[in-house]
């Protein structure tokens, strides 16, 4: 029981400094907005046509970020919507069931899989599916990226930002991409359009996140 006891606090210690580390060497960097255009994420591809859509308040809710809509049809009339969110702020990029359940979406699935990217690792994403008011079905694909890879959950992506701060005093841009496509004849197919779509556009995101990104700089302290 002792030993039990002392390595508990041996962990609480651990923990204490650690906390005491980053409130002592905040990184210092120069934020401000990522200006992105998104050119390298294709608007023609696996004989889906892409759409841009005006993000509208989104983009004012997040300044620090560049987003990203876009509305893609295929021939056989499928519909499917592109997000990504793009930016310094790791307080900017979050879990988008958060964003679902405020507007009435409901859960009714959720699991973990492997992407197969066309070029490039294969990484897991998080996998939903959604009931809308209406009772309509959506599969939700999302996951995230930075400057060391994707990520499938928020705390991993935060981590990395978080660690390669504190190496280098410097914070590099982190994406949240995800991926919606509606059921109109089966889920299976739904979920097979989500998964080929996310495999198309994952080499132009990783490419994106993965270069030195354009940003209109403003000083402060990280967590500020």
Not at 106 to 123: A, F, I
Not at 166 to 194: F, G, M
Not at 196 to 210: E, F, Q
Request: with cysteine; proline share 5%.
């Amino acid at each position: 029981m002792r030993q039990v006891q002392r390595n508990a606090c041996i962990v609480m210690l651990l923990a204490l400094a650690f906390a005491g580390l980053i409130s002592f060497v905040r990184p210092t960097t120069l934020l401000g907005r990522v200006v992105e255009k998104f050119d390298g994420i294709p608007r023609e591809i696996e004989g889906w046509t892409g759409y841009n859509v005006d993000p509208g308040e989104s983009a004012e809710l997040l300044p620090n970020s560049s987003v990203l809509i876009r509305d893609y049809i295929n021939p056989e009339a499928r519909w499917a919507n592109l997000a990504i969110v793009y930016g310094l702020d790791i307080a900017d990029i979050h879990k988008p069931e958060y964003c679902f359940e405020s507007h009435g979406w409901v859960r009714v699935k959720e699991r973990t899989t492997v992407l197969r990217p066309h070029t490039g690792k294969p990484h897991s994403i998080k996998m939903l599916l959604l009931k809308e008011k209406d009772g309509q079905l959506t599969v939700c694909a999302y996951w995230y990226a930075g400057l060391n890879g994707a990520k499938d959950t928020l705390t991993a992506q935060r981590f990395e930002t978080w660690k390669g701060a504190l190496l280098s005093r410097e914070v590099q841009p982190s994406a949240l991409i995800r991926v919606l496509v509606s059921v109109t004849e089966s889920q299976s197919i739904a979920e097979k359009d989500t998964l080929s779509l996310a495999a198309a556009l994952d080499p132009g995101i990783m490419k994106m996140v993965s270069r030195k990104p354009r940003i209109i700089k403003a000083r402060r302290m990280v967590g500020e």
